[in-house]
Each structure stands twice: as structure tokens, then as C-alpha cells.
């Protein structure tokens, strides 16, 4: 474990927190999407079914359970409990349209033509492309509250602080996942628009509301 | 086959 490492899961922990709290302090999920949220759920389901037959660390375990089911729980509140403030009729994104084609390059591209295999690289194609139904919500409100932009820097942060770890552990270590890789620089690239709004308006105390 | 080191990461 690296430092990149370290601080990208931390910020991927935080993330997760900060939008249950968002929606459990406010009672309201307004603004946020809940295709990408459905989508992350997918995403740590297929990808943490070794969970249940291989051990690696108790800190993989933890983390593991703790993004499984704040995701749950995050979905449970956006249709169920808070169903109410739910933004559906911004929230328009076709999932299947992400879902079917990154289903069928991971049958196409794996490590390993096996169910775990091909359900864990399904996830992580998955993973990269989650997020555009929440910046499609986003652009089409043209604004975001400053707790759902700090969500979102978290969240692409993560990815950011993992292409780091990468590149670490290939000089430290000789050790590369190209799957991984391409992944999370597609992953990344996504929020950079994000990043530069982020950055120069969310920071400096105004809203994230994007240009007419 | 994927590298059991990248197994750890999340």
C-alpha cells in the first residue's frame, strides 16, 4: 500500500460519505442521480464477489462491505425513502446504453475468460463511464449545490490518486493491470471539465453553474 | 490471468 493508494481510497470513502450525509441531513436527494448511483451499485456487486471466497486483507474486507452497502443504502434512500425529492425528471440517462456495450467488451477483453474474471473487468469498464449520467443531470439543471460538487471531486479524485498508485507500482514494483489503466485514465478524463469548474468557481465560494 | 497483487486493490 502507497501513499496514492491510501489517499485514493480515502477519498473514495469520502465521497460515499458525503453524499449519505447530503441526503440524510437535508431529507432530499435533489440533484443528484440516481442511474449513476444504480450504476455504482453494479459496479462494487460485480466487483466484490470475491468477498465471499477469497481473503486478502481485513482492511480490503472492511472497505469492501463499507462501499457495497453505503451504495445499497444510497439507492434505498434515493427510491424508497426519499423517493419524493427524487429528480427523476432530469435524471433521463439511458443506463442500458452503458451497461450492454461495456458488458460485451469485457467478454471481448479480460485477463481470463472465467465468471469472476469477466464480471470483474465488466466493473471496472463500468465504473469508468458511471458517472456521466449525474454530469448529464448536471448539465442539464446547469448547476450543482456545493455539496454535490464536493461529492463529485472526491469521487474523480479517486480515480486521479489510483492512476498515481499505478504508475508507482510499476517503477516500485515492475506491476501493471492494463485493463485497470486504460480504465481509470477514461475514468479521469471524464471529470476534468469537472475539475476546472471545481476549481475555479466551487473553491472560491460560488455555486457550480455552467456557462449559458 | 489477472495478477493476484492487483486482486488488493478496491
Known sequence: ?212 | KRDTRSKDEL
Open chain 1, 1 to 212: 500500500m502507497n501513499i496514492f493508494r491510501l489517499l485514493g481510497d480515502l477519498s473514495h470513502l469520502l465521497a460515499i460519505i458525503i453524499l449519505l450525509l447530503k441526503i440524510w441531513k437535508t431529507r432530499s436527494c435533489a440533484g443528484i442521480s440516481g442511474k449513476s448511483q444504480i450504476l455504482f451499485a453494479i459496479v462494487y456487486t460485480t466487483r466484490y464477489l470475491d468477498l465471499v471466497n477469497t481473503y486478502i486483507s481485513a482492511y480490503n474486507t472492511f472497505m469492501k462491505i463499507i462501499f457495497l452497502s453505503a451504495s445499497y443504502t444510497t439507492v434505498y434512500l434515493m427510491y424508497m425513502k426519499f423517493k419524493a425529492t427524487y429528480d427523476h425528471n432530469h435524471d433521463t440517462f439511458r443506463i442500458e446504453f452503458l451497461v450492454l456495450p461495456t458488458f460485451v467488451l469485457a467478454l471481448l477483453i479480460n485477463h481470463e475468460p472465467s465468471v469472476v474474471e469477466v464480471l470483474w473487468t465488466f466493473s471496472i469498464y463500468l465504473e469508468s463511464l458511471a458517472i456521466l449520467p449525474q454530469l448529464f443531470l448536471v448539465s442539464k439543471t446547469g448547476e450543482a449545490e456545493s455539496i454535490t460538487s464536493h461529492y463529485l471531486f472526491a469521487l474523480g479524485s479517486y480515480r486521479g490518486l489510483y492512476l498515481l498508485n499505478w504508475v508507482y507500482r510499476y517503477y516500485a514494483e515492475d506491476h501493471y493491470d492494463l485493463i485497470a489503466i486504460v480504465a481509470g485514465l477514461v475514468q479521469t478524463v471524464l471529470y476534468c471539465d469537472f475539475f476546472y469548474l471545481y476549481i475555479t468557481k466551487v473553491l472560491k465560494g460560488k455555486k457550480l453553474q455552467l456557462p449559458a
